[in-house]
């Protein structure tokens, strides 16, 4: 009989698997590389895992889960006027310590253009964005129902973040958030 599945085994290799694809992304990961930087092997990641593709689909889950957790700490204040919320919102996501994980949305954006199948939460993922962005510009709603308002904010913010990451043009990509700021009105 096997060694039974050790679940904190598992935690702790999902965590450095997750800074790993954020250091270095998933364009050719392969699970040697992977192993070795982990200090274990091929073997038992996909004991604890099953599959490379059940592995990349933990490590993306991990990462989105601590990007989540991370907007939670910053909540931005309600009282604020919606284009300060905007550049605050701003500020955070495409602060340099957030790079890793702008550089992995786009990554996977990109690949499951192609390949969609291999990433069945992609759609999911953008979605629940539509909550969070609903309830902190809620007073740019049109009203309860409005997914209008939540997917041209992400649309924007999206847009500038992936100029940004291309480009490197803070100042532009600064100036541009501005001018979308100017643009909002409640």
Known sequence: MGRPPDPARRERTLARATDYVLAH???????????????????????????KQELVAAVLAEARRRGAARLAGNPLPQTASAQERLRGLWAWISAPERAPFVRLFFEVHADGLAHPENYPEQARAITDWFTTLGATFHDLATGPDDTVTPTLLMAVIRGLLFDLTTT????????ALERFCAMVQP
């Open 25 to 51: 992304g998933l364009a050719g990961l392969s699970l040697r590389p992977l192993a070795a930087a982990l200090d274990t092997s091929p073997r038992m990641l996909l004991y604890d895992f099953g599959s």
């Open 168 to 175: 490197g043009d803070r100042a532009r990509t600064d100036l």
